[in-house]
Structures are given as structure tokens and as C-alpha cells.
């Protein structure tokens, strides 16, 4: 017979808030401060489908039913936000977020932009 341990809760104030926001979707991970994944949240979770899951209001809906769970499940307080990509739902997943009772510290913008990286294609003959 195998003995198993029961996990400890655990209670997590201060956490990070990754939100990929692409033109289709947009993906919220909270984590710890080691980077731990303690919630994920999208709008198809929410019940979003289709092309609504890229809208702003679908992002703050998303945003908000995650931090909700954070903040029940662990008792998360305050978060660093950390926002990358081109995406409608940047700016509505922070608003979300605040709606929730998190408490939004510093807010890093980590979109990444090439510094003249790859050469364009060539221009299509006329």
C-alpha cells in the first residue's frame, strides 16, 4: 500500500502576470515569483469561440476570471505584469486584472521588436 502525501497549500502574495496577446488570442499565466504557473486563463476557457476569442472585452473577461482564481485558490495580492506581443487584448487584460482587486505594481511592455533583423523579401516585379 503506497502512502501519499497530501500537498500543503500553498499561499502565494506577490505573483507575475504574463499576458501573450496575439491578433487571435490572448493567454494570461500567473506565477509565482520563481515563475511557477499558478493560473492560466484564455478567453475560450471563459466561453469565447472563434474570432470573439480577439476581441478586448473577450481579454478583460479572460484576464478577470483568472485573477479571480488566483486570488481564491492562493490569496495573491499584488502582481508585476509583464505584456508582450501586437494583439487587441493588452491594455484590457491590465484593466481586468485591476477590476479583479489585484494589485498591479509595475507593468513591463516585452514585445519583441527586431532590430533590423531578417532581410525583407524581394519586390515583386511590375
Known sequence: MAITKKKAKKSVSTGIVTVQSTFNNTIISITDTEGEVLVQGSPSVVGFKGAKRSTAFAATKAANDAAEK?????????????VSGPGAGRNAAVKGL??????????????????NGCRPRKAPRK
Not at 70 to 82: C, D, S
Open 70 to 82: 488566483a486570488i481564491k485558490k492562493y490569496g495573491l495580492k499584488e502582481v508585476k505584469v509583464i
Open 98 to 115: 485591476d477590476s479583479a482587486g489585484l494589485k498591479i505594481t509595475t507593468l513591463v511592455d516585452r514585445t519583441p521588436i527586431p532590430h
